[in-house]
T-cell receptor
């Protein structure tokens, strides 16, 4: 079974702090994704990566950056956390070979910015 | 334009009753359609997907969905609701590009099952 793990289930940070959210997958997938999930808005794509050191902006990249130094690991960085970044963050991965391949999700990190 | 629309952010059904969760997609996107389920405090899990072939797709836990091109719909159904079906359900479509696939999710429907 594919396993996607996220470094923390719950995180509380203060405004202005730099925040790192880590995601690791164990299935050698090329594609990795970061979403945020908010009530009434569903999932919105922040960034995705289709290979090591490659990244593309999703629908809401402002205030975020990402890093992918190794194939299995995709990090989401909040350079200066703000209260409007309080949300549930979900990481996902998928292989690239077939157009219809499923995305596999981690359990999520619930981030609160005070 | 919204790629996926889920009608009804909250749906309540009695245990044993039919479950119907609605999803309509934009006709401008290729019809690769997915339903995901999210149980409390967990990530999303694939229920079923439509890519090509038979328009009635069967998934896990007794769920199925029918792709209707003429109605641009992909509604999720289950004949008899179980308490364990209480969760949030997301419809999604794929948009393809040279670099990979992007998933676009609906805003979700929260299903409550009443004993």
């Amino acid at each position: 079974d594919v396993k996607v793990t996220q470094s923390s289930r719950y995180l509380v940070k203060r405004t202005g702090e730099k925040v790192f959210l880590e995601c690791v997958q164990d299935m050698d997938h090329e594609n990795m994704f970061w979403y945020r999930q908010d009530p009434g808005l569903g999932l919105r794509l922040i960034y995705f990566s289709y290979d090591v050191k490659m990244k593309e902006k999703g629908d809401i990249p402002e205030g975020y950056s990402v890093s992918r130094e190794k194939k299995e690991r995709f990090s989401l960085i909040l350079e200066s956390a703000s209260t409007n970044q309080t949300s549930m963050y979900l990481c996902a991965s998928s292989p690239r070979q077939r157009i219809t391949d499923t995305q596999y999700f981690g359990p999520g990190t619930r981030l609160t910015v005070l | 334009a919204q790629s996926v629309t889920q009608l009804g952010s909250h749906v309540s059904v009695s245990e044993g009753a039919l479950v119907l969760l609605r999803c309509n997609y934009s006709s401008s996107v290729p019809p690769y359609l997915f339903w995901y389920v999210q149980y409390p405090n967990q990530g999303l899990q694939l229920l079923l997907k439509y890519t090509t072939g038979a328009t009635l797709v069967k998934g896990i836990n007794g769920f199925e969905a029918e792709f209707k091109k003429s109605e641009t719909s992909f509604h999720l159904t289950k004949p008899s609701a179980h308490m364990s079906d209480a969760a949030e359900y997301f419809c999604a479509v794929i948009r393809t590009s040279n670099t990979g696939n992007q998933f676009y999710f609906g805003t979700g429907t929260s299903l409550t099952v009443i004993p």
